[in-house]
């Protein structure tokens, strides 16, 4: 199997630290001493950086870094019985905000392959729905803004678009598998084209155990609902970045909520919505405002918890409405 291996300036941009100071650590301490390629380079490996980034987090909480060394065999120890990512609250607000600047950096080169070990870094430090509203949705909102003020060309923004949503794509069939009957269809209509908060969506669902059919961006409205007519989920998440005009979207949605089964529901969630809540709300669809996530999508790794437990269909919070039931 081939280990994927950092260099030393990677290793210091994705962690937030200089390479001087790894040089020193190394020198002084002897700690982490990488492998070295053919030509001298110091190859870092995926434990390497674990160890480097626990380190980090003790001397970031003020632990003198000469009485962090007598405890490496214990962190190394722990690391070797848990290999799980840490929750990103155990990710120092630093070391996510090195993440980000290590993604925008490499989608500023032009640099593909820097951008892909930016995050594979991030997914492998934080747990998938973590990772993504605590780098990439703020990562991809930055790529908009810099777009839009022209420092980021359109290549750039598809390049660091490409690498965040292979790596969702790919998070999205790693999942659990579903533990009960429960389906959810994740589509964009008509014309949207932005599907990153829908993948996001689209992970979440699959967290909390439900079976996923994800459609992604611009599937066409008649197509949808012939295929809620033909396997029709508990759930039909929708993601807009704008609101459709408010004719189109009321005739849209009484369309699909006509073709869902009695006990079906719409969910609606995106910049546009968010933009947007009362329009979406006389759809009476379930409106979506994150960081008010409804359960089960509010807590997806405790909820995968009680899902072995017990069955219980998704509820729209009380306050609101159930989308039309009635055909
Ligand atoms: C990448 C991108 C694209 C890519 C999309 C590729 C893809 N596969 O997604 C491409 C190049 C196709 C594109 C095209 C366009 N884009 Co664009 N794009 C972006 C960009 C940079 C990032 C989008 C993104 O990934 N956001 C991050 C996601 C994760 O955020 P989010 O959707 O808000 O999701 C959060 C919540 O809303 C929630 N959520 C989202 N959906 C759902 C769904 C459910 C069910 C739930 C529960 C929750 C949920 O989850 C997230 C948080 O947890 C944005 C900038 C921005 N600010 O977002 C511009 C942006 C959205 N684009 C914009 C524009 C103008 C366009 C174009 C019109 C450009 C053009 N002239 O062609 C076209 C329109 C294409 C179309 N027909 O839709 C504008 C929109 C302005 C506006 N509101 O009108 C933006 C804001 C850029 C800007 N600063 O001006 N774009």
Redo the contacts with the bound molecule.
Sequence with gaps: MIRPTYRIHQVAELLGVSALRLRTWERRYGLVVPHRTASGYRAYTHEDMALLEQVMALTEAGTAISAVIPLLPALRKAMRDDGAPQSAAAVSARRIAAFRAAILDAGARSDQARAEVALDRVFAAMPAVEA??QV??PV??E???R??DASVS?AQ??LV?HV??TRLVSRLLASPPPRRARRVI?ACLG????????L??AL?FAQARFSVTYLG??TPLGDLLAMLSQRPPQIL??????PPAPRVLRTAMAALARALPAKGQI?????????HPALFRSTMAEV?L?PE?PSP?ADPLSAAGRGARRARAPRPPASRAAPPRSR
Excluded: N
Excluded at 237 to 242: E, N, P, V, W
């Design positions: 993504f509203e990439v949705v991809q909102r790529v908009g803004a777009w839009h359109v923004e598809h678009t965040v949503r994740c014309e949207e084209a932005h599907d990153i908060g829908l996001g969506a979440r961006a611009q998440a929708l993601s807009f970045s704008r969910w609606v969630g995106g910049a546009g919505v968010e933009a979506v994150p996530w999508l």
